[in-house]
């Protein structure tokens, strides 16, 4: 039942235009949601924005099949002998390809206690205000889809095994989690999300240590001193991007330093202003996010950097590039850096926005130590 359920109100809504938010379904405007250069990974989103209709649409030839075998069955025999015969073919059609159970096709509540499930290859879609309330967890599984287009109002749990995608006009907010499972690559975030992230736990690949994706390297992890090349193509895209958009010049005044170029400017810091001072703005060699290719300083290596036109945009929009300003003011006790107006570290354009809206350190957010 749930699925015809599910199948009538979604059919209903795109037949009247009776969602809300119907303007910004994948299929009418990929464009607008595609800006950020991520994407919406189901390419074919109008196949799965509405999966829970095929098993019904499959319904029509066999069932009436068996019509005709019951209607045949039916002639000679009393009712009472039709009724059993009916329920065997009804059963497999009405089988829970999906417990996502949509009231309204649009949004969905949640109650403490109660665990939806989407399973591989079902697309869940969300409109109007959902509630997942205290107690209560929605968890896409892996191969699943959550596509958030309204705001959820999240006091549970909501688990991302599988992809989930957030419209610019969307929110996740509320004291509830969002547990990723594998990959910050899994969420694809255009909109704002206040609900705590409960990252995957942190991995070491070849001396390199990863949380969900995104790599780390800090005082407390360091690289192994031949790594990098030189600044990733994606960090130098996104900044002549942000360059052309803003009208400003962002000049790299640092960008990728190998271990060597690292050993040498800590210990002529070292040198000039002695281990204690030198340790709070330069890094030992192997731990300098520079060495990894993802970070750049830009425009003026100085506090008053902030206070530039350039600097306080930066501040301000570079998450929408994919940047954070790695060491925010404040922060030293955590980063174990001061403030640097100047450098940004490239996470991709999600990621970024994810770690801004969530007002951490990127340490915090990623619950290593720094
Ligand atoms: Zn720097």
Known sequence: MKNKFIAAAVIIAMTFGLCSCKEQHPETSDNSLNESGANWTSGDSEGSGFRPTKPISTEPNPASTNEST????????????EEPIDEPYVEPFEEPDTSIDIPDGESIRIKSGEDYIAKS????????????????????????????????????????????????????????????????????????????????????VDGVTYVGGVLVAN????????????????LCSALEKMRDESGYSFVIMSGFRSYEVQKNLFWSYVERDGYDNAITYSAYPG??????????????VDDRYAYTEEGMWLAK???????????????????????????????GKSTAKLVHDSGLTLEEFLRVEG
């Open 287 to 300: 731990t300098s996010e520079h060495q990894t290719g993802l970070a750049v300083d830009l425009g003026w």
């Open 70 to 81: 019951n209607s045949e069955n039916s002639e000679p025999i009393d009712e009472p002998i």
């Open 219 to 234: 005082k407390e992890h360091s690289l192994p001193e031949n790594y990098g090349s030189g600044l990733t193509n994606g």
């Open 317 to 347: 929009n570079c998450q929408d590039y994919g940047f954070i300003i790695r060491y925010p003011q404040g922060k030293q006790h955590i980063t174990g850096y001061i403030y640097e107006p100047w450098h940004v570290r490239y996470l």
């Open 121 to 204: 290859g079902e697309t869940v879609v969300l409109c109007g205000t959902s509630e997942i309330e205290e107690g209560g967890s929605l968890t896409i599984g892996s191969g699943a889809e959550l596509l958030v287009y309204g705001d959820i109002n999240l006091n549970g749990t909501l688990e991302i095994g599988g992809e989930m995608s957030i419209a610019k006009t969307a929110s996740i907010s509320g004291s509830g989690r969002i547990i990723v499972e594998d990959s910050f690559n899994q969420i694809n975030c255009d909109g704002h999300v206040t609900a705590t992230i409960v990252p995957p736990h942190p991995i070491e």
